[in-house]
Structure formats: C-alpha cells, structure tokens
C-alpha cells in the first residue's frame, strides 16, 4: 500500500472541508430555515416516538447513520431542536443505519451521494445572487450541505485503502483463540477500523474477507461489526467541534448511547451471537458459523485448494467457490442480522430512557455559563393551548426569564468596555453577546407567537387587553437587548479606528451603566409580580429614569466642553456619546415597560 505525505495532507484538507461545510450549513439554516422548520421539527419530532422513527426513515433514506447524526448536531446548533429531541432521533438512525447492512448483503451496493453534490452546488449557487436574503441563506445552506458530502467522501477517498489490502489484518489471527479476550480485542479493532476509514460498511466488508479467509470466527465478527457502532459516532464528534454546547451534548449522546448498548451486549455476548445464529438458520440461509470450520478443515485436508481460495485464483465454476459463496451470503447475512437485532433491543431499552440521557449528557458536558444553554422557553410550552385564561401566567412568568436574560445581556456589555481590545476575552464576550441577541429575537417571536394563539382562543376582554399589554412588553425588552449589542458593534468600530477611550470617559460610561442596571433591577421587581405592584417601586423607577436623562444631559455638554479643550480626541468623543445615548435608550425602554405595566395591570387589578 503506498501511502503519501501528500494523501495524508489531502486528508486533512478533506476533513477542513467537511467541518467547513458543517460549519456553513449550521448558519444556513439559521438564517434560512428558522422557526418554520422548527415548527416542522417540532412535530415530528413531538415525543420520543415519533422522533425514533423520523431518525430511521432520513437515515434508509440517505443510508448514512454519520450523515443523519451529523444533520442533527446542525439542527441543535441552530436551535431548531432541544437535546432531548436530538437524542430520539439519534436512537432512530442507528435503527436506520441497518438498512445499509441489508443492502450490501442483499444486493452488494451502496447509493454513491457524490452522484448529487454537484448538480445541488450548480443549483445553490444562483441563490446566492438573488436580493431575498432568504434565498441567499437557503443556498448557503445548500452549499453547506454539499460541502459536508463532499468532504465525507473525500475523506474515505484519502484514507489508507485498508479494504484493498486485508493482508493487513493477517496477523490478528493469532489473537482469535484467547476466548472472552478476543471478543474485546476485535471490539476495539472494528472501533479504531471504523473511526479511520469512516464507513461501518467498508468495515462490514474487511470483517467479510477475514472470515473468507478463514482468519476469524463469526462471533469475533460480531464484536468488530459491535465495535464499528462507536467508530461511526467519531463523524458527529468531529462536526459538533465547531458547534455550540448542544450540539456537543447531541454528539456525546450518540456516542453513550452506543456505548451503554455495547455493555449490555458484551454481557449476554454468546447467547446473543448464537440468538441471531438461530434466526439466520430458522429464515433458511445456513448457518453462518460453518465459513471458519469449512476454510480450516480446507486449509488442513487440501492446501493447494486452499492456497488458490486465499490467493483469489479458483475458477469461477469450482465447486469450492460456489460453497464458499454461498457461506459468505450467510454470514453477511447473519452480521446484517446481529446488526439489526442489536440496535431494535437497544432502541427498545433505551427509549424510555431519554431523559436521563439528557441530564447525564448534561453533566459531562457543562455549559461554560450556566446561562449559555441554548434556548428553550421555560414556562411555555409548545403543545396545544387547552385553557388560554391560565396560559397567561405561564407568559407573565416567561416575560420575567426573558427581562433576566436581557439583564445579563447589560453585565456583558459593560465588561466588554473594559476588555482589552482584540484580546481572547474580548472576542469570547462579543461572541456571548452577540449569541444572547439572536436568542433574545428568537424569544420575542416565540413568546409573541404564543401570546397571539392564546389570543385566538376564548377569553374575557381583560384577558385580551392582558395579552396586548404583554405583546408591548416582550417588545420593549427585546428593544433593550438590541441596545446592549448596539454598544457591542460601537465598541468594535472603536477598535477598528484604533481609538482609546480616556480615563474619565470610562468613569462615566460605568456610572451610566450602573443606574441603567438599577433601572433594570427595579423594573423587574415589577414585572416579577404585576398584580400587586407597590406605588413606591413606580416612583422609584421614575426617578431612576430622571436621573438617566440628566446624567446623559451633563455627559453630553461636558464631553463638547472635553473635546475642545482637547482631554481626548474628536472620534473618541463620538464613540463615548454613541455608547451614552444607547444606554439612555435603555432607560426609556425600561420606563415603557413600567408604564406599561401601571397603565394597564395595576388598573385592571384595582
């Protein structure tokens, strides 16, 4: 086999494509798919089951269990599915997967996807030239997903050609006879095959010329075919690297999911390997264990014969090539059958299961912030609205969990002022905040979303007027969030123009942010209970406010009086009222909320 520098470097070319590609199709879908395909997820993948059988029906239909997982790991990275949804789905793909198993045994081919890469790139492409920025975001996605095709294909195109070359593998022969201790040793043989060449079919067809070969028996087979259900999870792991914790969560269930279905196998290991010996024979297809006694008994009784099998030299019509044949369908169809039964008893375990998969995904992959886990509502759910009078108050409370994340949002852009620019804490801070504004837009249409179908249902005038007032709310505190990450890109412009605050303009820019952040915290002592809001906490409020508008007056006359006087420069002077005005916005969206909240509860509460 002759192996290059080069082939190794076009390797790694290959997997940059394919992460590339991940990366590409993740922010595609964002842009594009949104909460229509949410909602279309949403429903098939409403309870477990459900999502079990969409994740087989998309992997027999694309016949790649590392392909469906890894569309997965892209679906929780946009945000489109919870984790505990991403987990049923996964279930069903390794059910899926077996498909591809009863194919090469049946039929003896594979659906080649490079077929269709180009002709879908050919068509995205004029997308990106169109002025709908759906379009646009459609045909990144498009081509997002080509990429990732193609690099998975380039990827098995690059690898050592081990399929070609089993000779390879010769040497594992001397470790088939140590019983118990060779099942683990071909286990982790079919993972590190598996996780190299990044097909559990091209495995499927080594672990078919060892036992040919007479090297192996059928029950080590088993263990690599065991084994090459961890390697297939390496594909979702290396995509979910340049995703966000859910999607590093949705790869780590994949993999434990494999992982705990191995250790009840390798418990009951022969019983089970001698189940499916049973059911191969019971179907009328032989019994697959006989290829390993025949090839030896062969090897002992007629060396030539033997010798010309292993060197692929027997004329086609030799009755010893037809027997064997016929014992390689039979354990190809055995392995297929192992496969099957393996994932449908660990589906049916596991299933019920899900949720403590969740919360053990969770602790072994915690958010850096506790407040970085990817959105969901809290106290909203998105089933049918039985009673829309109660589902008021799961809103209330939900306006609350959205006013506490904007607030967090304030803290992030006050530190990022004092961050040392184009330092890896500044970056990190801008990326935190920039990802709590998208979260923040996706709540404002989630709970908007909500707040209308309650509306649509049966409810008292009060009920109404409640709903419209909290539509204006949701709208304020998203106003506030777009201010925080105004300040951000201020800060980034800032950077860009190579301008330094002076010490005096960040003294004021803290006090700001400080009776901003009061503000904040005395608006949601409101919000936190509407119906019994005390005529203090409004007053209070309204002074606040006062006290923003004069300070931002004092600020702005002041900073004139600096920039003549030449304390800083003309552009720092910019930048400085820029960040000042956005934090006074804040303070009148702050002021709206409570008005709010004293024109239309306090009123109706009375």
């Not at 700001?512 to 119906?531: G, N, P, Q, R």
């Not at 820029?578 to 916005?585: A, F, M, S, T, V």
Request: with cysteine.
């Amino acid at each position: 086999m002759n192996y290059t520098l080069l082939d190794f470097f076009a390797l790694l070319g290959s997997v940059g494509l394919f992460l590339y590609g991940m990366k590409v199709m993740s922010e595609g879908l964002q842009k594009a798919a949104g909460d229509r395909l949410r909602n279309i997820l949403s429903a098939m993948t409403r309870n477990r089951f459900t999502g079990l059988l969409t994740g087989i029906l998309i992997t027999a239909l694309i016949q790649s269990s590392s392909a469906s997982t890894v569309m997965v790991v892209s679906f929780v990275n946009a945000g489109l599915m919870t984790l505990g949804q991403s987990m049923a789905v996964i279930f069903g793909a390794n059910v899926g997967t077996t498909f591809t198993a009863w194919i090469i045994a049946l039929f003896g081919f594979k659906v080649d996807t490079s077929v269709f890469i180009l002709p879908l790139i050919a068509c995205a492409v004029p997308l990106l030239f169109c002025n709908s920025s759906r379009k646009k975001s459609l045909g990144e996605f498009i081509i997002g997903f080509s990429f990732l095709f193609m690099g998975l294909n380039m990827i098995s195109d690059y690898v050592p050609d081990l399929q070609s070359n089993p000779e390879m593998f010769a040497f594992l022969e001397h470790y088939a006879s140590m019983g118990f201790l060779s099942v683990l040793l071909f286990l982790f043989v079919g993972v590190i095959l598996t996780a190299i060449i990044q097909s559990s079919a091209a495995t499927f067809a080594i672990v078919l010329i060892m036992c040919t070969k007479g090297w192996i028996t059928f029950d080590l087979a088993c263990a690599v075919v065991l084994g090459s259900n961890i390697g297939t999870t390496i594909t979702p792991l290396l995509a979910s690297m340049s995703g966000n914790v859910a999607a590093k969560r949705t790869a780590m269930g994949h993999l434990l999911f494999n992982l705990f279905g191995i250790l009840w196998t390798l418990a009951v290991f022969y019983p089970f390997v001698r189940l499916n010996v049973d059911i191969t024979q019971w179907l009328g297809q032989g019994n697959p264990e006989s290829m390993f006694s025949f090839v030896n008994n062969l090897e002992a009784t007629d060396p030539q014969t033997y010798n010309l099998l292993v060197g692929n030299s027997l004329p086609a019509e030799h009755p010893v090539l037809l027997q064997v044949a016929q014992m390689q369908f039979s354990v190809s169809f055995g392995l297929s059958m192992f496969h099957t039964v393996f994932n449908l008893v660990n589906v049916v375990i596991m299933i019920w299961l899900t949720g403590l998969y969740v919360k053990i995904v969770e602790k072994l992959v915690p958010a850096k912030h506790k407040e970085d886990e990817e959105f969901q509502l809290k106290f909203i759910s998105g089933g049918l609205l039985s009673a829309s009078e109660l589902n008021i108050a799961q809103a209330e409370k939900e306006l609350v969990v959205y006013a506490q994340r904007v607030q967090r949002m304030i803290d992030m852009a006050e530190q990022l002022v004092h961050a040392k620019e184009k330092s890896e804490e500044f970056s990190q801070l801008y990326s935190r905040l920039e990802k709590y504004e998208e979260i923040s837009d996706r709540m404002e249409i989630e709970i908007a979303n909500y707040l209308n179908r309650c509306a649509e249902g049966r409810l008292s005038n009060e009920g109404k007027l409640h709903i419209a007032a909290m539509l204006n709310i949701v709208s304020e505190i998203e106003s506030i969030a777009d201010c925080c990450f105004g300040c951000a890109k201020i800060l980034i412009r800032k950077q860009e123009s190579g301008v330094e605050f002076h010490d005096s303009i960040l003294a004021n820019i803290d006090t700001m942010f400080t009776y901003v952040k009061e503000a904040m915290s005395d608006m949601l002592v409101i919000l936190s209970d509407v119906e019994k809001v005390r005529e203090v906490d409004i007053i209070r409020s309204y002074n606040k406010e006062r006290e923003i508008n004069n300070l931002r007056n004092q600020y702005r006359a002041k900073n004139v009086e600096n920039i003549n006087n030449q304390v800083y420069e003309y552009q720092a002077g910019i930048y400085y009222m820029d960040i000042i005005n956005d934090l006074e916005k804040m303070g009148d969206y702050v002021i709206n909320v409570v008005d709010t909240i004293r024109d239309h509860f306090r009123k109706h509460s009375a």
